[in-house]
């Protein structure tokens, strides 16, 4: 397993732009997908992002897509999740998570990080 370390979370307007980081601690992302999804209270968490360890295969909600984007460095090991002209349903507490492959689907991850909260005001 991998622990997960996330940071970057805050509060910005309505425009704005955030950077979210997840970092590997203990060991690289090889051979791991890494996803980011979202949850407010009350709902079910909402895929946002996911990447593959090697970069090659990216997914991205229909809900971010033109305004977010995910990259991987793998020299450290962390993963990013790039936000753009945010909105104010963006926001959520953001939780990065790693598993054997991408997908949209929660359930498929192993390792979750602890959440990292993002606001954006209008």
């Known amino acids: 397993q991998v622990r997960l370390v996330e940071s970057g979370g805050g509060s910005v307007q309505t425009g704005g732009s955030l950077r979210l980081s997840c970092a590997a601690s203990?060991?690289?992302?090889?051979?791991?997908?890494v996803g980011w999804f979202r949850q407010i209270p009350g709902k079910e968490r909402e895929f946002v992002a996911a990447?593959?360890?090697?970069?090659?295969?990216?997914s991205l909600a229909d809900s971010v897509k033109g305004r977010f984007t995910i990259t991987i460095n793998n020299g450290n090991n962390t993963v990013y999740l790039h936000m753009n002209s945010l909105k104010p349903e963006d926001k959520a507490v953001y939780y990065c998570?790693?598993?054997?492959?991408?997908?949209?689907?929660?359930?498929?991850?192993?390792?979750w990080g602890r959440g990292n909260q993002v606001t954006v005001s209008s």
């Open positions: 998570a790693a598993g054997f492959g991408i997908s949209e689907t929660a359930a498929v991850y192993e390792c």
């Open positions: 203990e060991r690289a992302f090889i051979n791991y997908g």
């Open positions: 990447i593959i360890w090697s970069g090659d295969s990216t």
